[in-house]
């Protein structure tokens, strides 16, 4: 490799969702080098401690086994030299994978998806986030709050293509000092180790012009909140969409309503993964353009699953483009763990060959949809209550989640609703 960086971050990510290492010197890397990495840290809260009553103590040590696949070199920060970031998996001393690896979780359920069903899927991640410190006069979408970003802007989407990120769009979002940033899809585990990446890129980059970016999903109470919405398609073996039918509602195929119906099916229980702040019920709900109830709509922006348009400008063939976004997660939740959940409920429907899901054309009839749960106390509920979360992440993980988010709930309970955005702001 030319051109390399003198350090490498060696990185994880927990169960906040923040990107997590340690840095070795680029020329000690070779092919199968590891470094150390603790058990109890997979315990440390949003607040920044180790919790207590975790299934982890001060024993025990696991390694940092970088992906050779997914070596990244972070270019373009100014004033920050570049930098390799290696994410890696999180090992045994003997190699084996720990059963709290989420990014070996997610890789668990690509391969279960190809191996049962012959599918793949390719993922996009869409994030919003705010400038803390914009103070210009706001219009949604405008040219003017672009430029008001100016040149940060230009930097970043400098440094998201430098750094092989893959921009898609770059753009001033609806909120004041709102902005968003979506990447081009990739395989499951390549675009959520990017989507890892590009956040702590967009506060870099931000932070060299002395400005706080942050994708809190909520900065004030009942204001507009920042969503990660999550792109998915799947694919078949021999290329084609089986996500297509041109001739059933939606135009989404049988396999396809079934996919959809174990995400709804499960959505109740998964709030506290995709949902995982006291302040992610603020933003989810009516009205918010996030996901104000647990349905699968055409092209409708309050679902929680929604079936995106296709574009047939000139002929373009619509089969191939025919996909889901799930609108319904924000920051709190570690990439790899959020799509390993979503991905998995959905094979879950294919397993459990369920009815496929009803298509809401228009507006849902509020009465006859599931809601999520109310608050992240009554998400955790759901989540220990449901049999399949410790089946699907085990128990140690599922543990850990349950003392991290109510030691969490201890801290916000305490704090005002703003003291509550405002922390979660400096966090996230
Ligand atoms: N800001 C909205 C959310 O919280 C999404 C708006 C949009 O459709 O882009 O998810
Ligand atoms: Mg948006």
């Known amino acids: 490799m030319t051109d390399l960086t003198p350090l490498t971050f060696v990185a994880t990510s927990d169960l906040t969702g923040l990107t997590k290492g340690r840095v070795v010197p680029t020329d000690s890397m070779s092919t199968g080098t590891t470094t150390g990495w603790v058990p109890a840290n997979f315990g440390i809260g949003v607040d920044g401690h180790i919790v207590e009553d975790i299934p982890f103590d001060s024993s025990g040590d696991l390694r940092l086994l970088p992906d050779p696949e997914a070596i990244h070199q972070i270019r373009g920060v100014p004033g920050k030299p570049d930098l390799s970031v290696a994410i890696a998996n999180v090992v045994h001393t003997d190699g084996s994978p720990w059963s709290c690896c989420t990014r070996t979780i997610l890789r668990g359920v690509v391969d279960s998806l190809r191996e049962e069903f012959g599918l793949s899927s390719e993922v996009a991640f869409e994030h919003e986030f705010f400038d803390r410190d914009g103070d210009t006069p706001h219009h949604p979408f405008s040219w003017r709050n672009f430029r008001a970003a100016e040149p940060i802007g230009s930097h970043l989407v400098t440094a998201v293509q430098d750094s092989g990120l893959q921009l898609e769009n770059w753009l001033p979002e609806y909120g004041i000092h709102q902005f968003e940033v979506v990447i081009e899809r990739a395989d499951p585990v390549t675009a959520a180790d990017r989507a890892l990446l590009l956040r702590d890129l967009v506060r870099d980059v931000f932070a060299a012009f002395e400005r706080r970016a942050s994708f809190t999903p909520m900065l004030a109470p009942g204001e507009t909140g920042a969503g990660v919405h999550v792109h998915f398609s799947l694919q078949a073996a021999d290329g084609s969409n089986p996500l297509f039918d041109a001739d059933r509602p939606g135009r989404l195929s049988e396999l396809g309503g079934r996919f959809a119906a174990g995400i709804l099916k499960y959505a109740p229980s998964l709030a506290a993964i995709f949902a995982p702040l006291a302040i992610s019920y603020d ?95 009554d998400a955790l509920a759901a989540f220990e209550q449901d049999p399949a979360m410790r089946s699907w992440l085990g128990d140690d993980l599922v543990d850990t989640y349950l003392a991290v988010k109510r030691v969490e709930l201890a801290t916000t309970s305490e704090l005002s609703e703003q003291e509550q955005c405002d922390w979660y702001a400096d966090i996230y």
């Open 283 to 377: 933003r989810l709900k009516p009205h918010n353009w996030s996901a104000a109830g647990v349905f699968l709509g055409v092209e409708n922006r309050e679902a929680l699953l929604r079936i995106c348009p296709t574009i047939e400008i000139d002929g373009q063939d619509p089969e191939p483009q025919l996909h889901f976004e799930f609108r319904a997660a924000d920051v709190g939740a570690n990439p790899w763990l959020l799509l390993a959940v979503v991905l998995r409920a959905g094979l879950q429907g294919l397993r459990e060959n369920l009815e496929p899901a009803e298509v809401v054309v228009g507006e849902p009839q509020r009465d006859q949809i599931t809601a999520l749960p109310g608050n992240l106390t």
